[in-house]
């Protein structure tokens, strides 16, 4: 899908707040900014061709092999790997969430599967994707939960994103039990992490094996040569770049009571830093989120094309506390405007 996922701010002018992506904007990056500026000259050659500078890295930080990581061109790239992978496999995608998964499969001819329940995975499943933290929803699934069905479905592939475990407490598995399971892929988002989606970074992790098949379709160059000095960068300086987790949790816990307050909404729960909202006033998502980005230049993200929500839903990432004020301001005004 080209269209129609969060931070598509381009279509509307002079947006000042950003809640329609799941990216935390508050990270300084002036840091990196400068290092970058510093090592432009980089663009006048061509990339590694598998990134290896940063996966060689990220193999000395988590201590396991290099041929169990591999570095794309965003999770997105990943995703779409796999699906090729798999071409033609009995998929099964636990919904709502990230709809690249299915576009991915689709166009690999998956015979796909949504179900809502990880106790609804079919057994005669092939492939099976989920995402934790889960996007749009903000669900947590344990380690425990993970590795029991790992277990549970041993002819199964699993394909577990944790782009944003980073924003959620206990949400990681760790690398080092991944790769003992022949059938488990996580994925990562270097994007997410650290507010860099413009450059597009991220990685897989799996045994050598399972690795090795979905890298024989991957092509030379993906990661381009800023997004590789990047990695290098942020890699080096991740523990001065870590969000300040129990405290955004706790302005993210503010915005939803402050949310819920109004009868005309239903905030749904999360476990980490964007949640769903259901308007319950018959209006629709669409029709706030124009709202909210021609008055007040504030966006959100209409979760309408999310499979098994409707038109009635809108998803928020919590951002500044100033800035989540200004958004509750912004819909209590429009609630008001509406009764």
């Given at each position: 899908m080209i269209n129609g996922h969060g931070d598509d701010g381009y279509q509307y002018p002079k947006i000042i707040?950003?809640?329609?992506?799941?990216?935390?904007?508050?990270?300084?990056?002036?840091?990196?900014?400068?290092?970058?500026?510093?090592?432009?000259?980089?663009?006048?050659?061509?990339?590694?061709?598998?990134?290896?500078?940063?996966?060689?890295?990220?193999?000395?930080?988590?201590?396991?092999?290099?041929?169990?990581?591999?570095v794309t061109n965003g999770a997105t790239e990943a995703i779409y790997l796999i699906a090729q992978a798999f071409?033609?496999?009995?998929?099964?995608?636990?919904?709502?969430?990230?709809?690249?998964?299915?576009?991915?499969?689709?166009?690999?001819?998956?015979?796909?599967?949504?179900?809502?329940?990880?106790?609804?995975?079919?057994?005669?499943?092939?492939?099976?994707?989920?995402?934790?933290?889960?996007?749009?929803?903000?669900?947590?699934?344990?380690?425990?939960?993970?590795?029991?069905?790992?277990?549970q479905y041993p002819t199964t592939y699993f394909v577990v994103d944790q782009s944003y475990a980073a924003f959620?407490?206990?949400?990681?598995?760790?690398?080092?039990?991944?790769?003992?399971?022949?059938?488990?892929?996580?994925?990562?988002?270097?994007?997410?992490?650290?507010?860099?989606?413009?450059?597009?970074?991220?990685?897989?992790?799996?045994?050598?094996?399972?690795?090795?098949?979905?890298?024989?379709?991957?092509?030379?160059?993906?990661?381009?040569?800023?997004?590789?000095?990047?990695?290098?960068?942020?890699?080096?300086?991740?523990?001065?770049?870590?969000?300040?987790?129990?405290?955004?949790?706790?302005?993210?816990?503010?915005?939803?009571?402050?949310?819920?307050?109004?009868?005309?909404?239903?905030?749904?729960?999360?476990?980490?830093?964007?949640?769903?909202?259901?308007?319950?006033?018959?209006?629709?998502?669409?029709?706030?989120?124009?709202?909210?980005?021609?008055?007040?230049?504030?966006?959100?993200?209409?979760?309408?094309?999310?499979?098994?929500?409707?038109?009635?839903?809108?998803?928020?990432?919590?951002?500044?506390?100033?800035?989540?004020?200004?958004?509750?301001?912004?819909?209590?005004?429009?609630?008001?405007?509406?009764?």
């Open positions: 707040a950003n809640f329609s992506s799941n990216v935390y904007h508050q990270t300084d990056l002036s840091g990196l900014e400068q290092y970058l500026t510093q090592h432009i000259d980089v663009i006048h050659g061509y990339p590694e061709p598998d990134a290896v500078s940063v996966r060689e890295l990220l193999a000395a930080q988590t201590n396991i092999a290099a041929a169990c990581i591999s071409r033609g496999s009995k998929t099964t995608i636990v919904s709502p969430v990230f709809s690249e998964y299915a576009d991915a499969c689709e166009i690999h001819q998956h015979q796909l599967q949504h179900v809502f329940d990880l106790h609804d995975i079919a057994p005669q499943t092939e492939l099976c994707w989920l995402c934790s933290p889960n996007n749009p929803t903000g669900e947590v699934y344990s380690e425990q939960q993970l590795l029991t069905l790992f277990k959620a407490i206990d949400a990681l598995l760790a690398i080092d039990k991944v790769i003992q399971y022949p059938n488990v892929i996580v994925l990562h988002s270097m994007t997410k992490q650290f507010a860099i989606p413009g450059l597009r970074l991220g990685y897989l992790v799996a045994n050598s094996d399972l690795l090795a098949r979905i890298n024989y379709f991957r092509m030379p160059w993906s990661v381009n040569s800023l997004a590789i000095v990047a990695g290098n960068y942020l890699l080096q300086h991740a523990n001065e770049l870590q969000v300040d987790l129990l405290v955004l949790l706790q302005q993210t816990k503010q915005l939803q009571q402050a949310l819920a307050a109004f009868k005309q909404l239903q905030v749904l729960p999360t476990q980490t830093h964007y949640f769903l909202v259901k308007l319950l006033n018959g209006k629709s998502a669409a029709e706030l989120k124009n709202y909210l980005a021609n008055k007040h230049h504030l966006l959100i993200r209409d979760a309408a094309n999310f499979v098994g929500l409707d038109k009635h839903y809108f998803r928020v990432a919590s951002q500044s506390v100033a800035q989540n004020n200004l958004l509750v301001a912004a819909i209590s005004e429009w609630l008001t405007e509406q009764e």
